[in-house]
């Protein structure tokens, strides 16, 4: 079983709102969001486009991260999201 590395990332839904989540297997988990099969909110503001993304040491560390994101204004999101394009 090979390690995967963890990930805090933000979508863009189809209404302009931003999602924040967590994955060890970012390509299964964006598919899953984009099929319907992710995240309950995603599923009803389809569709949906990586914005953004950042490893993170262990889950642990990707769960801390993510909670800090969520506490951001959008701007505040916004300006992350500008400031790491990729």
């Given at each position: 079983?090979?390690?995967?590395?963890?990930?805090?990332?933000?979508?863009?839904?189809?209404?302009?709102?931003?999602?924040?989540g967590i994955?060890n297997?970012?390509?299964?988990?964006?598919?899953?969001?984009?099929?319907?099969?992710?995240?309950?909110?995603?599923?009803?503001h389809?569709?949906?486009?990586?914005?953004?993304?950042?490893?993170?040491?262990?889950?642990?560390?990707?769960?801390?991260?993510?909670?800090?994101?969520?506490g951001?204004?959008?701007?505040?999101?916004?300006?992350l999201i500008?400031?790491?394009?990729?």
């Amino acid at each position: 079983m090979s390690l995967r590395e963890w990930r805090v990332y933000i979508l863009r839904c189809g209404d302009g709102s931003l999602y924040t989540g967590i994955t060890n297997d970012l390509d299964r988990r964006l598919k899953a969001h984009s099929s319907g099969r992710g995240a309950k909110y995603t599923r009803s503001h389809e569709p949906v486009e990586l914005v953004y993304s950042e490893p993170a040491l262990d889950k642990s560390s990707a769960l801390k991260r993510e909670l800090a994101i969520k506490g951001l204004t959008r701007e505040q999101k916004l300006k992350l999201i500008a400031e790491n394009q990729y």
